[in-house]
């Protein structure tokens, strides 16, 4: 890989590290006893606390931002580009970034948070469609997977600053855990102009040239190569295909072989969230304090780790695996981790075991979670989208994907406080039973789709391949390619035999 490349793809990727961020500041945030003094109430016993519809609204809110992010991609990225994307993204996450900082009162936090979500709305669609667009049939699952490490990075940091500043006693506690994504913000907005625009918008728009110099970038080739040139063909093939039929429209991505595609992604961003992700990385610092867990800032830190290095091996994993082996066998370690958390808690409540299954539970369930379903979520909320629809079956999964995310962001305080539902660790069947609905899904419904150009998965769907046939499929595919490329070679071989003998019989 040259320098430019590296440089380029560097850029894209950061844009997912405001994603992990944003996983992981808030849950410092809320546990701040000067925040909590700002925003919440004085109990019964004296202790000021906030309560479960604050919690709620501040965590889940957002998502009102991005689902307006989501739909305005989805009207604006023929107008303004992924790169234009990128940079409305960097300036209203700052201005979101700002409000939240200045700890006024709660609507201007909340507004702050739409903002947030707005731009969170933005890059969750833009950059995993721009990956697609410039992928391989060999590398799209390693892009989404580096996506990814990026992303929980991301998280990492918010972790890390948060049990960094969790000392101070004032404001600093949970002001500098805010304001330090301006600084992301910042690196978005110039990382935009590194990277070069989608060659398929280029392409789109007659900029051919453009197109060119973008691929040559994105694949270290020069612009004549057979690389680009391939590229370029196919791309163009495309544009050939969307001209015949006319302009896409929403309504395609709930018709023919389009439908099945988009429901794929539709039940993966509601898996990927319910499996009980987003509840260690949103409300875990508050839960294992409530649980009697020593030291919760240290230990969401531990988990943020561990979710960063367990993502690593899913760029070897996603390929060599593939999306269905990976989804099944993490579902089961998943399911087992939370299963046994909630039998020991159920046999053993409040004791030292029981606290340390907790923690040790939840250990083993992210470092499940991040190499199988963390990736293979995203891969497959962009993967099987054909790329006539794929703006707005992209906006249509990402939108569903944060409105579950708020749902259970909403509803998750209810059922774990003591002021509310009270399951306390309890809530570890909830996730059990979730999992392993989400492994019989995923073994029914998910194809796999490595190694397939974006042709040959457009052929896949459009057989009505059947999931659990998907790699037998690709076999015979495979098989018939290279007997028809034996063919060929016999045909050329008997060619030169009868060249040759017709140059002997004159000679």
């Not at 909830?430 to 998910?446: E, K, L, N, P, Q």
Request: proline share 3%.
């Amino acid at each position: 890989m040259s320098a430019r490349q590296i440089l380029a793809y560097g850029m894209i990727f950061s844009s997912a590290t405001i994603i992990g961020y944003d996983s992981g500041y808030l849950n410092g945030v809320l546990g701040s006893k000067d925040f909590i003094h700002r925003y919440g109430v004085t109990g019964s016993d004296g202790v000021m606390y906030l309560k479960p519809y604050t919690r709620s609204l501040f965590s889940s809110l957002f998502v009102v931002g991005t689902l307006v992010g989501c739909q305005l991609v989805a009207l604006l990225t023929e107008k303004i580009g992924r790169r234009g994307s990128l940079w409305a993204a960097a300036c209203t996450y700052a201005i979101g970034v700002a409000l939240q900082t200045a700890g006024l009162a709660p609507g201007v936090f909340i507004l702050g948070r739409i903002l947030l979500g707005a731009a969170l709305g933005f890059i969750s669609t833009t950059v995993p469609a721009y990956l697609m667009e410039c992928s391989t049939a060999t590398n799209r699952g390693r892009l989404i997977a580096l996506y990814l490490q990026f992303l929980t990075a991301g998280n990492d940091i918010a972790c890390g600053i948060s049990f960094g500043t969790s000392k101070y006693p004032d404001s600093r506690s949970w002001r500098i855990t805010i304001a330090f994504q301006l600084f992301l913000a910042i690196v978005i907005f110039f990382g935009a102009m590194i990277c070069p625009e989608s060659p398929l918008l280029l392409a789109r728009h007659n900029k051919h040239g453009e197109a060119r110099q973008a691929l040559a970038l994105l694949r270290n080739a020069n612009t004549d190569s057979p690389k680009v040139d391939e590229a370029m063909l196919e791309i163009e093939q495309h544009l050939a295909n969307q001209h015949a039929l006319g302009t896409v429209r929403v309504i395609e991505c709930f018709q023919g072989a389009d439908l099945r595609r988009t429901l794929i992604g539709i039940a993966m961003s509601f898996f990927t969230i319910a499996t009980g992700i987003t509840f260690w990385f949103g409300y875990g610092t508050t839960f294992f304090a409530a649980a009697g867990v020593e030291n919760s800032y240290l230990i969401s830190l531990l988990l943020a780790i561990v979710n960063c290095a367990f993502t690593a091996p899913s760029i070897y994993l996603v390929e060599r695996l593939g999306r269905r082996r990976s989804l099944i066998g993490g579902g089961v370690l998943m399911a087992a981790t939370q299963l046994l958390t909630g039998i020991i808690h159920s046999v053993a409540p409040d004791s030292n075991a029981d606290k340390k299954m907790l923690v040790v539970g939840a250990v083993f369930f992210i470092a499940s979670y991040a190499p199988t379903w963390g990736t293979g979520g995203w891969l497959l909320m962009a993967e099987p989208f054909s790329d006539r629809a794929r703006v707005y079956q992209s906006a249509v999964v990402l939108t569903t994907y944060w409105i579950f995310t708020w749902l259970i962001g909403f509803i998750t305080p209810y059922m774990v406080d003591s002021t509310a539902g009270n399951l306390g660790v309890n809530v570890s069947y909830i996730w059990f039973g979730m999992t392993v609905i989400s492994i019989i899904w995923a073994y029914v419904c998910v194809p796999e789709l490595a190694g397939l150009s974006r042709l040959e998965v457009d052929e896949l769907f459009e057989q009505r391949v059947p999931a659990w046939r998907s790699r037998t499929w690709q076999k015979e595919l495979r098989t018939v390619e290279a007997t028809a490329d034996l063919s060929d070679f016999g045909e050329l071989d008997a060619e030169e035999k009868k060249l040759s003998l017709e140059a002997g019989m004159k000679a």
